[in-house]
């Protein structure tokens, strides 16, 4: 009987290997000068630090949308550009593209990442480079590699709604607006999956393991797709993957509350956090370029694209 079942798993991981192999080209479209081209620009000081409502996050907006629009994908419900109205008199905007599926009625996945930050408070910029130019980064790599995908005729079998949301760091409007305002139903989204400071290596799990990621809300995915992302990270990656937050589901939980993930998970649709956690930068003026890890931003934005591809 074990014989059977170690017998059944290895065909399972060569078929999946093999499934998974013609889209390996597609990973190249990822590397440093590409990585470093957009984090820098996001993080840069001539954007202000990215507060909604200023001229640096009209920039960064303006930015995500010509990337979406080169990329090939197609404006969702409409329009790129979704305004709403934010706390305080401000105005926001989320952006967003589509890539449809090949597949008649198969179902939604929405990748997510907010590109505001704190702005400029007195004389101090806040670039936000990890919180969230990082996720931002990822969002575009992997919009590019499904825009790319779609022209050539490969897919996706899912229909991919890629979001940019502004207004975090006011009470999580965008992505509330986002939810709120959606067009489709809940019921065919299979994964809202947000990216949220995922770009350092600067709190490994283990104190010095750097080859890590953290995924939160995989008891929020239906129970055919729970353990997808071990598979993928098992088969592609090959990194440490946590699904509490350094081991305390109590910290875990208060993590999960304090990003975009959250307005999906209230409405009742399926949401995961990818993250490589706080530290001692986050929402500090030192949040810059200098402490990214591209090598590593690169594996986990990888690991959430044969996720998708699971999904």
Not at 119 to 134: F, L, P, R
Not at 164 to 183: I, P, Q, Y
């Amino acid at each position: 009987m074990k014989k059977s079942l170690i017998f059944l798993f290895a065909f399972m991981a060569a078929a999946s290997l093999q499934v998974h192999s013609r889209y390996r080209i597609f990973e190249d479209i990822i590397y440093y000068k590409k990585q470093h081209g957009l984090l820098s620009f996001m993080a840069d000081d001539l954007s202000g630090g990215r507060g909604t409502g200023s001229e640096g996050n009209r920039m960064t907006m303006l930015f995500i949308r010509d990337r979406f629009e080169a990329y090939g994908l197609m404006p969702f419900e409409g329009s790129y550009l979704k305004p709403f109205p934010a706390d305080s008199g401000l105005k926001g905007v989320n952006v967003t593209g589509f890539v449809p599926s090949r597949k008649a009625g198969s179902g939604y996945v929405i990748v997510g990442a907010h590109y505001d930050h704190l702005g400029q408070i007195g004389d101090k910029i806040y670039n936000g480079a990890d919180d969230n130019a990082s996720g931002v980064t990822a969002l575009l790599n992997l919009a590019e590699i499904f825009g790319t995908m779609y022209k050539a005729g490969l897919g996706p079998e899912k229909n991919i709604i890629f979001a940019a949301f502004d207004a975090k760091e006011h009470n999580m409007a965008g992505s509330r607006h986002f939810v709120s305002t959606l067009g489709i139903d809940r019921d065919s989204i299979a994964c809202a999956i947000n990216i949220d400071q995922i770009g350092t290596v600067l709190e490994p799990l283990d104190g010095k393991d750097t080859n890590f990621v953290i995924m939160l809300g995989e008891n929020t995915l239906r129970p055919e797709d729970r353990g997808k992302a071990a598979r993928c990270n098992m088969l592609h990656t090959g990194m440490a993957l946590s699904h509490t937050y350094y081991g305390s589901e109590a910290f875990s939980g208060i993590i999960y509350r304090m990003s975009d993930q959250t307005a999906f998970h209230e409405a009742g649709i399926p949401a995961l956090l990818f993250t490589s956690g706080i530290h001692r930068h986050t929402y500090k003026t030192t949040d810059d370029t200098d402490i990214i890890s591209y090598p590593m931003l690169k594996k986990r934005t990888l690991l959430i694209f044969h996720l998708i591809m699971s999904l």
